[in-house]
């Protein structure tokens, strides 16, 4: 979700949702750019900030006490989440414009108290089938 600050500023949150019927609130991590457009080997630093409402999965719009405005770059589905405590791994079925689905496998390792740092470790934009299933 892109974030545009009333001060001009902006940046990427990603939303995770913690239960398949997004009751619960929302994983959020503060990125520099697209979790969605990283090719195999790049990285980026994360920040966990607080969790968000569910309601921000589908809200595109103005945010209430001047704090700007969102609008959805991408939307996705885990497939796959593996927890421990400082490594995640997870598999991600994004959705595109074009219908084709692109999947993506991340690692994520804690540096810090609300540090992380994403690795895409594979894609593959097979309109087919996913990773797991070849």
């Not at 945010?63 to 995640?88: A, C, H």
């Not at 689905?101 to 609300?114: F, I, K, N, V």
């Given at each position: 979700m892109l974030h545009s600050l009333a001060d001009g500023s902006r940046h990427v949150d990603w939303l995770i949702a913690q239960d398949p019927r997004g009751r619960e609130p929302l994983l959020t991590f503060r990125v520099g750019q697209r979790i969605d457009q990283l090719a195999v080997g790049q990285q980026l630093t994360a920040r966990r900030v607080a969790d968000h409402r569910p309601v921000y999965l589908g809200y595109e719009?103005?945010?209430?006490?001047?704090?700007?405005?969102?609008?959805?770059?991408?939307?996705?589905?885990?497939?796959?989440?593996?927890?421990?405590?400082?490594?995640?791994?997870?598999?991600?079925?994004?959705?595109?414009?074009?219908?084709?689905?692109?999947?993506?496998?991340?690692?994520?390792?804690?540096?810090?108290?609300?540090?992380?740092?994403?690795?895409?470790?594979?894609?593959?934009?097979?309109?087919?089938?996913?990773?797991?299933d070849r």
């Open positions: 719009g103005p945010i209430s006490d001047n704090r700007g405005s969102v609008s959805r770059l991408s939307s996705g589905t885990v497939i796959s989440l593996e927890q421990q405590p400082d490594i995640w791994h997870l598999e991600v079925s994004w959705h595109s414009q074009t219908g084709a689905p692109q999947y993506q496998r991340l690692r994520m390792e804690r540096e810090g108290p609300d540090q992380w740092t994403i690795v895409c470790t594979s894609r593959d934009s097979n309109s087919g089938t996913g990773p797991r």
